[in-house]
């Protein structure tokens, strides 16, 4: 997998040079032969799955304001990992333009970006964020290229981010909630084996909360592990939250959704009322700063020695 995603990182250099997209790059090396030291040029690129649900988007906004915040005079870039998302959109109407991770590298490269912080905004390190992480890091220090890229690290990544998060989940809960009703988080889950930070987070949860759950759409815990629960618990009403980053398919179809195999229909065949809400974490100022402190870790790296 390694020499594949190399081997399509030197094709796409290959294929941007030869259509004259790194012409400036070629003109700034000229430079520097004569003694003209390239200048210093930083810059942020969010790379998220991508999506398609009108709303959605809201998360993604609200991640951008906070770390626009937190970084003045940073510019700031926006990557798609998804090719079906990408394609999906520039169908439509009024067509939204989203670069591929390599792509908007590549395009950082021709502009002088000298060093880039990638922050994927996955919720744990599996598969997608790691095929990012290793697609930005073969831009790091690529002749006539950036001269370093950092990466920084998904919503849960360490013991720290977990206590962080169970506390700061705690503070989306609607504030209808009642005693004995229970609250559900429902992440994508994966085969991978980070699928750990989701029963991870469990067990921080319910250090501060007995009715606190987490549940994966793909992984494990499964719905047949928290119905298991929540019947054994006497459970008669539960708020489904997306532990996702936006609201989109799996939240609106797999959670919320009034088919009858969705978290919602199952549980409330089961006897358990279900309120869901319809709000990615990206959309919560405090679970968004976790992925903007891990910004800020990736940042501090730029300035240590390689």
Not at 30 to 38: I, R
Not at 109 to 135: C, H, K, R, Y
Not at 273 to 291: H, M, N, Q, R
């Amino acid at each position: 997998m390694r020499r594949i995603a190399h081997a399509t990182v030197k094709k796409l250099f290959a294929l941007l040079l030869a259509a004259g997209l790194l012409a400036g790059i070629a003109a700034g090396d000229a430079a520097a032969a004569h003694g003209d030291a390239k200048p210093e040029k930083r810059g942020i690129l969010l790379v998220a799955f991508g999506t398609s649900v009108e709303g959605a988007g809201a998360a993604y906004t609200n991640i951008e304001k906070l770390v626009k915040e937190a970084f003045p005079g940073v510019e700031l870039r926006w990557a798609y990992s998804s090719m079906i998302i990408r394609r999906k959109l520039a169908a439509e109407k009024n067509a939204v333009e989203r670069d591929s991770p390599a792509l908007a590298l590549a395009k950082m490269m021709d502009e002088g970006f000298t060093e880039v912080v990638v922050q994927p905004l996955q919720t744990i390190p599996g598969q997608e964020f790691n095929a990012t992480a290793e697609t930005a890091r073969a831009f790091s220090g690529m002749p006539k290229g950036v001269r370093r890229v950092v990466v920084g690290m998904p919503l849960l990544s360490s013991t720290q981010d977990l206590e962080r998060a169970a506390g700061v989940l705690a503070s989306i809960v609607p504030k209808e909630r009642a005693p004995g009703e229970a609250v559900v988080y429902v992440g994508h889950g994966t085969h991978h084996p980070a699928n750990v930070y989701y029963p991870g987070l469990q067990y921080y949860l319910q250090k501060k909360d007995k009715l606190a759950f987490v549940g994966t759409v793909e992984g494990s815990p499964t719905l047949a592990d928290v119905q298991a629960e929540l019947t054994r618990l006497k459970v008669k009403k539960a708020y489904l939250l997306p532990f996702l980053a936006v609201a989109g398919d799996h939240v609106h179809n797999d959670i919320a959704g009034d088919g009858p195999d969705s978290w919602k229909s199952t549980l409330t065949r089961a006897g358990i009322a279900c309120a869901a809400v319809l709000k990615g974490t990206g959309e919560s100022d405090p679970v968004a700063a976790i992925w903007v402190d891990h910004i800020k870790a990736a940042m501090e790296q730029l300035t240590t020695p390689q």
